[in-house]
C-alpha cells in the first residue's frame, strides 16, 4: 500500500497568513493526489485534484503542487471559512489511502 | 445538482450485520464508479470499497475484505454497502462519493454506524 504522510499535524494561523502543507507518498505516484478540506461534522469537499488542478467553485488562494512524492497545499491568504482539517489523498492505485490529515487553527 | 443520500446507519453488536444505501440523484448515475469511505469518531478518512460504473469490477480495503460487499443498481439510482461480521473497529461515519480519475469529487452527508453491545 501507499503511504501518506502529512505535515505539520496542525498549524496555528491568523487569518490573513499564508499557509503551506505537505504531503508526503511512500512511493512515486507522478501526479495523482487531490486534497480535501472538512470542516467538524461535514462531510470532506474536493478541492485539488491531479496534484495541481483546483476543483470547480474553489477560491484562488487555494493552490497545490509537487509530483512523484512530495506535494504541496498552499493557502495564500487564510480567510475565517479556512478554518478546518486538510487531507491528501493518493489517486494511483488501489487501496485509495489518505493522509492522516492536518488540523488549521485559529492563532 | 448533485445529490448523495445516505442511509441505513445504527446501533448493531458485534458480530451482526448491517445494510448501507446511498441514493443518487442530479448526474447519471450509471457513467461513474463509486466508493463508500468511512470515518471513525475523532479519526481520519479511510477508503473502504469501491464499485465501477456497471457494477462489474469492485474492490476494498483489506480491513473489509470477505466481510463486506459493494453492490449498485444502475436502474434505482442506489449504492449499496453489505456489512457482516460487524467488529467495534467499524464504528465510523460512512461516505458514499463519486469516483472521477481515482478522486471523490461529491460527497453524502454522511450515516453513523455504531458498533457495540
Known amino acids: 500500500d501507499i503511504q501518506m504522510t502529512q505535515s505539520p499535524s496542525s498549524v496555528s494561523a491568523s487569518v490573513g497568513d499564508r499557509v503551506t502543507i505537505t504531503c508526503r507518498a511512500s512511493q512515486g505516484i507522478s501526479s495523482w493526489l487531490a486534497w480535501y478540506q472538512q470542516k467538524p461534522g461535514k462531510a470532506p469537499k474536493l478541492l485539488i485534484y491531479a496534484a495541481s488542478s483546483l476543483q470547480s467553485g474553489v477560491p484562488s488562494r487555494f493552490s497545490g503542487s509537487g509530483s512523484g512524492t512530495d506535494f504541496t497545499l498552499t493557502i495564500s491568504s487564510l480567510q475565517p471559512e479556512d478554518f478546518a482539517t486538510y487531507y491528501c489523498?493518493?489517486?494511483?492505485?488501489?487501496?485509495?489511502?489518505f493522509g492522516q490529515g492536518t488540523k488549521v487553527e485559529i492563532k | 445538482e448533485v445529490q448523495l443520500v445516505e442511509s441505513g446507519g445504527g446501533l448493531v453488536q458485534p458480530g451482526w450485520a448491517l445494510s448501507l444505501s446511498c441514493a443518487a440523484s442530479?448526474?447519471?448515475?450509471?457513467?461513474?464508479?463509486m466508493s463508500w469511505v468511512r470515518q471513525a469518531p475523532g479519526k481520519g478518512l479511510e477508503w473502504v470499497a469501491e464499485?465501477?460504473?456497471?457494477?462489474?469490477?469492485?474492490d476494498y480495503a483489506d480491513s473489509v475484505k470477505g466481510r463486506f460487499t459493494i453492490s449498485r443498481d444502475n436502474s434505482k439510482n442506489t449504492l449499496y454497502l453489505q456489512m457482516n461480521s460487524l467488529r467495534a473497529e467499524d464504528t465510523a461515519v460512512y461516505y458514499c462519493a463519486t469516483v472521477v480519475g481515482g478522486y471523490f469529487n461529491y460527497w453524502g452527508q454522511g450515516t453513523l454506524v455504531t458498533v457495540s453491545s
Open positions: 442530479g448526474f447519471t448515475f450509471s457513467s461513474y464508479s
Open positions: 464499485i465501477s460504473g456497471s457494477g462489474g469490477s469492485t
Open positions: 489523498q493518493q489517486t494511483n492505485i488501489f487501496p485509495r489511502t
